[in-house]
């Protein structure tokens, strides 16, 4: 598609469940980024990749966190053993340039919707 | 650190109204500055950019003039419609990182 993809749509899972969430990048995109988003709030950065190498991840809130994009396109997010308060809207965004240089805009995707019971 | 603030919402005009959405923001160095827009039940859309001091970025009759002197990146609309309901977000980039944005302003515009 034209767009950044994101699935699914909506997620809805027990505490102490892993789950993972996908992104799948405008094509020829080299950079990626997570974000998430509380109700009532903008997004915040959780972490970055530039092609397959994640280059930053210092906005993953603790361990139980974690991301991988393996041959530079899709990425997938994935929480393990969840709680409440990783409910969020997840978002991922991409961008045609690399960290650093020339600023491209970064175009997101619709979003992840996570709801742990 | 770098950091963004947006006036609060919601913000309720009547079509036709003149729109200002107030947005600060603290960086070192020369940010880049954004404003994105969410429609309801649609994912986040670049509405408009500005790269360096006194830019002035546009789209959709939404105007935004970068003001390094008061660290601010206020977006306008001389006449709003109900089609421009939606939340507004103003964000913040250095070199292409990740963003920074503010909490969102949430705008509705009846006819």
């Known amino acids: 598609g034209a767009g950044v993809s994101q699935s699914p749509r909506y997620k809805v899972t027990k505490r102490g469940q892993d789950v993972a969430l996908r992104c799948d990048p405008i094509?020829?995109?080299?950079?990626l980024y997570w974000y998430r988003q509380a109700l009532g709030q903008g997004p915040e950065f959780l972490t970055y990749?530039?092609?397959?190498?994640?280059?930053?991840k210092s906005g993953l809130p603790n361990d139980r966190f974690s991301a991988e994009r393996p041959e530079g396109s899709i990425s997938t997010l994935t929480i393990q053993r969840t709680e409440q308060r990783d409910s969020a809207m997840y978002r991922c965004?991409?961008?045609?340039?690399?960290?650093?240089?020339?600023?491209?805009?970064?175009?997101f995707g619709d979003g992840t919707r996570l709801s742990i019971l | 650190g770098n950091s963004v603030t947006q006036m609060e919402g919601p913000v309720t005009l009547s079509e036709e109204a003149f729109l200002t959405i107030n947005c600060t923001y603290t960086?070192?160095?020369?940010?880049?500055l954004f404003w994105y827009v969410q429609y309801p039940g649609e994912g986040l859309q670049l509405l408009l950019k500005?790269?360096?001091?006194?830019d002035k970025g546009s789209n959709k009759g939404f105007e935004a003039t970068y003001r390094k002197e008061t660290t601010s990146f206020h977006l306008e609309k001389g006449s709003v419609q109900v089609s421009d309901s939606a939340v507004y977000f103003c964000?913040?980039?250095?070199?292409?990182?990740?963003?920074?944005f503010g909490k969102g302003t949430t705008l509705s515009v009846s006819s």
């Open positions: 094509s020829g995109h080299v950079s």
């Open positions: 960086a070192t160095g020369y940010p880049s």
């Open positions: 990749f530039n092609y397959e190498a994640q280059q930053d």
């Open positions: 500005a790269t360096k001091a006194d």
């Open positions: 965004a991409s961008s045609l340039a690399p960290r650093g240089s020339s600023n491209q805009p970064q175009h």
């Open positions: 964000a913040l980039n250095q070199a292409g990182t990740a963003l920074i």
